[in-house]
């Protein structure tokens, strides 16, 4: 009688630790964190990306990787170089549900044609239109491109209603020099290019404002980090020649990265060793994930710029009408 007493007392004891294992919910799935855009947001610059069987150049050095790997986000990188609205909103936002937490949206510069307008002005004054380029993209920025803006932001808000939003917009890219060999951008030039950036920013600016978006200004994060500045983390012109005016790995790590995951996550994430560590872990799954997407992914192309050549047929028919004595020009350009 007193031994199945204590028996008793005894399961009941043991019930009492175990039924609590049994009932603990399964481990919390991590946040998703969904990353749409253009090449500034792909990582094209850091030169190292992932397999996926696309030319989107996404990398783990870039900041949508950085802070996944950081916060511990399940991380659909969608980000693509060459994106435009139109391919984000045909290609990038199917990725986004009502279970989104997270989005970066970094997209605009493609759509104004700023590739073209790179190459445009990296020409010699005699035989390009820089202003002219430069005015085009300007007045598109400004009368053209908000709608598109505010119709994306409306599609993303419509798929992840829940989700904390980002807009990410763009350095300036010049210091006012050109320390570069074969590309003459003059100091007006980079002034009127860099003015043109913080355009776009402010309409990016005010068409995440009035969807209730957060932005991320990474302007003063680059000040000083520019083309030909002393500590650069931005390229400039590049081999491969598509590295060309992106951000390196130092940029994403020191500029994007604390300009971005305060906004996205709400608190600043340090890119340390172990970050980069982590992130760079992730390429063989992210990968994987973005291979079901290649094929759309392969109709955005990539927007490349390209580098001056002095050498066709239009460039010495240019200089002859300028009266430059083109071989000489070149010898002292290579000197």
Same mark, same amino acid.
């Given at each position: ?22 009932? *603990?919910?399964?481990? =919390? !799935?991590? @946040? +998703?964190?969904? %990353?749409?855009?253009?090449? /500034? #947001? ?14 989107? *150049?996404?990398?783990? =050095? !870039?900041? @949508? +990787?950085?802070? %996944?790997?950081?916060?511990? /986000? #399940? ?19 199917? !990725?986004?549900? +009502? ?237």
């Amino acid at each position: 009688m007193i031994r199945t007493s204590r028996l008793a007392v005894l399961g009941a004891a043991l019930a009492g630790l175990v039924t609590p294992l049994l009932v *603990q919910p399964a481990q =919390a !799935a991590a @946040p +998703s964190y969904v %990353a749409l855009g253009d090449s /500034y #947001a792909s990582g094209t610059g850091t030169r190292s990306y992932i397999a996926d069987g696309t030319s989107c *150049q996404r990398s783990t =050095a !870039a900041y @949508p +990787s950085l802070i %996944a790997a950081a916060r511990g /986000y #399940a991380l659909n990188f969608r980000a693509c170089s060459g994106a435009t609205v139109a391919d984000v909103t045909n290609t990038q936002l199917s !990725a986004l549900t +009502s279970a989104t937490s997270y989005v970066s949206i970094s997209v605009g510069g493609n759509d104004a044609g700023f590739a073209d307008v790179l190459t445009e002005c990296a020409q010699p004054g005699w035989m390009s239109n820089c202003d002219g380029a430069i005015n085009t993209a300007q007045s598109f920025i400004n009368s053209t491109l908000p709608t598109r803006l505010s119709t994306l932001y409306s599609g993303i808000r419509s798929r992840a209603p829940y989700a904390k939003v980002v807009v990410v917009g763009y350095p300036r890219i010049f210091m006012g020099e050109d320390c570069n060999a074969f590309t003459w951008f003059s100091p007006a030039e980079e002034s009127r290019l860099n003015q043109t950036a913080d355009l776009l920013n402010s309409r990016l600016a005010s068409a995440a404002s009035a969807a209730g978006f957060s932005f991320a200004n990474p302007t003063s994060r680059f000040i000083g980090h520019a083309v030909c500045d002393a500590d650069e983390w931005i390229n400039g012109l590049s081999n491969p020649i598509s590295e060309s005016y992106h951000p390196k790995a130092t940029g994403h790590a020191g500029g994007y990265t604390p300009t971005v995951s305060p906004l996205l996550t709400g608190a600043a994430v340090a890119v340390t060793s172990q970050v980069v560590a982590d992130s760079a872990a992730s390429a063989g799954s992210q990968a994987a994930l973005q291979q079901q997407y290649a094929d759309a992914d392969r109709t955005i192309e990539p927007e490349v710029f390209t580098a001056p050549d002095l050498t066709t047929p239009a460039a010495r028919k240019a200089a002859r009408r300028a009266g430059v004595d083109i071989e000489r020009f070149l010898e002292k350009s290579g000197s």
